[in-house]
């Protein structure tokens, strides 16, 4: 979503601030992204589908969210195309998207799959092991069956969510905007707090779940020995990768949307506030593509997680 061809209703006519940067900004990070994110997802699924019989509940959702970084990978040069030539324009009241409005709503689907599909599995990654770490007995909650059939749903959920936000942003862009702008908020202030308010949910639920499993995780091992502790150190590895990737991409992205909207509403009057998160933008929404990036590295440190244990072994149930 750009929000950088949205109408003020409560800032003053004279609160501008220049962003034209954005565009030789999104055609580089997006570049640098798509090089990194294709190679390295491309490698762990590789790796999941060597040994399919072997993968533990833990690697079903690292599959899964290799799976949801692809889905934003495949889209990043139809978003490179269109900075390219959105930067060769001096108008903001016509859109150079030539591919069409179809492709249009793909990228923006896509982008939505990407980064709820990615949110929703790397808190999947982290209940599994809280259920690991924290109620070992519960192991029926971990079998790989149970978590295909967890995936399955979280994708349908993901499709509903990123399939509903497009729709109400449409809904609100009827006057001829941009592919990719923010809708206008003159009419459609409802439809905006709807969409606002449905991505902030999706965004505060997973972080509190996630919060809550790794405190949980900490407390659990704070009581053990020191030699079970050792036995559990790669799940904490795993967890802190875990909170680091959704904390570093998703926080700033969605802190500055919910303070940009708020002010584009009338919400808040400030211009100040409009104009740093106007010029943010760029910075947090290619933050929040990084994650794509930065989740094979949960694959790297979770590497004895993803596979189970030979028949017999003791610590298999623990895993």
Known sequence: ??????????????????????????????????????????TALRRFCRMPQTLTSTAVYMAN?????IFFV????????????????????????????????????????????????????????????????HQ?????????????????????????????????????????SDPSSERHLTIILAALG???MAYLLPALLLLFSYCSILRVLCRLPHRRKIRHRRTLTVIYWVLV????????????LLGYTLTQVGLVHSCGLAQVTKVLHPVVLSLASTNCCLNPLIYYFSRSLVHKEPTGSRGSASQ
């Open 1 to 42: 979503m750009d929000l950088h061809n949205t109408t003020y209703i409560s800032i003053p006519p004279n609160c501008t601030v220049d962003t034209s940067y954005r565009f030789t900004y999104y055609k580089i990070s997006y570049s640098m992204i798509f090089i990194f994110g294709v190679v390295s997802n491309a």
């Open 65 to 69: 969210l290799a799976v949801a970084d």
């Open 74 to 137: 495949i889209s990043l040069p139809l978003r490179i195309y269109y900075h390219h030539n959105k930067a060769a324009t001096t108008s903001n009241h016509t859109s150079d998207w030539s591919p069409g409005d179809a492709f249009c709503q793909l990228t923006f689907t896509l982008k939505y799959i990407s980064l709820y599909g990615g949110i929703f599995f790397l808190v999947c990654i982290g209940v599994d092991r809280y259920f690991a770490v924290v109620h070992p007995l």
């Open 140 to 180: 029926h909650l971990r079998k790989v069956r149970t978590a295909r059939m967890l995936s399955v749903g979280i994708w349908f959920l993901v499709l509903a969510l990123s399939l509903t936000l497009p729709f109400l942003y449409s809904a609100a862009s009827r006057w001829n905007k941009p592919c990719l």
């Open 198 to 200: 449905l991505v902030q």
């Open 245 to 256: 990737v959704f904390f570093v991409c998703f926080t700033p992205y969605h802190l500055n």
